[in-house]
């Protein structure tokens, strides 16, 4: 069955401190993972996903098949970054995605 | 610019009363989605369909129902609304290929009294 783990309902973090949201994923096949921000009073939008390794607004996420983790990591928060943020994961078998529960990341000035 | 857009914002209904939520896409996409978020709970899928006359349940689709007579709307219906369906509900689209992204309306806030 798939599942995504995100372990933090809260993360509260100091401006300029670095961030880690963490996702954890339990899937048979080879996934594809993304990483969704939901600012306040916002839609929800992609951050970004695996397959593009790309870094967006500062954020980065490594896919560790290993340890099945996706986390979320920035080097030095900033203010703006304080949203919902929340990990997904599709299957290889169909184009569903499914969300973990969240993680609240507040940026402490 | 294509989008997607929900209908009404802000909902209060009844417990018994039957309400559709409207969602309605100009991606041209295949695939859309509902899903309802909850504190505690994240994002749970409702029901999803690949395609018009297409649909399928998710994981939480008890109470739910969707149809798709056309590639641009997914309507959700609630039979009979219960107050454990007050939330916020969220449509989403995409168009299927690998790795593609899920574009969100803006959500629907429904409350049941």
């Known amino acids: 069955a798939q599942r995504v783990t995100q372990p933090e309902k809260l993360l509260s973090v100091f401006k300029g401190a670095p961030v880690e949201l963490k996702c954890n994923y339990s899937y048979s096949g080879s996934p594809e993972l993304f990483w969704y921000v939901q600012y306040s009073r916002q839609r929800l939008q992609l951050l970004l996903r695996h397959i593009s390794r790309e870094s967006i607004k500062g954020f980065t996420a490594d896919l560790n098949k290993g340890e099945t983790s996706f986390h979320l990591k920035k080097p030095f928060a900033q203010e703006e970054d304080s949203a919902m943020y929340y990990c997904?994961?599709?299957?290889?078998?169909?184009?569903?995605?499914?969300f973990g529960k969240g993680t609240r990341l507040h940026i402490l000035p | 610019d294509a989008e997607i857009t929900q209908s009404p914002r802000h909902k209060i209904t009844e417990t018994g009363r039957q309400v559709t939520l409207a969602c309605h896409q100009t991606w041209n996409h295949n695939n859309m989605f509902w899903y309802r978020q909850d504190l505690g709970h994240g994002l749970r899928l409702i029901h999803y369909s690949y395609g018009v006359q297409d649909t399928n349940k998710g994981e939480v689709s008890d109470g739910y129902s969707v149809s798709r007579s056309n590639t641009e709307d997914l309507p959700l219906t609630l039979e009979s609304a219960a107050s454990s369906q007050t939330s916020v509900y969220f449509c989403a689209s995409s168009d299927g290929t690998g790795n593609s992204p899920l574009h969100f309306g803006n959500g629907t806030r429904l409350t049941v009294t």
């Open positions: 997904a994961l599709r299957g290889n078998r169909d184009d569903k995605i499914i």
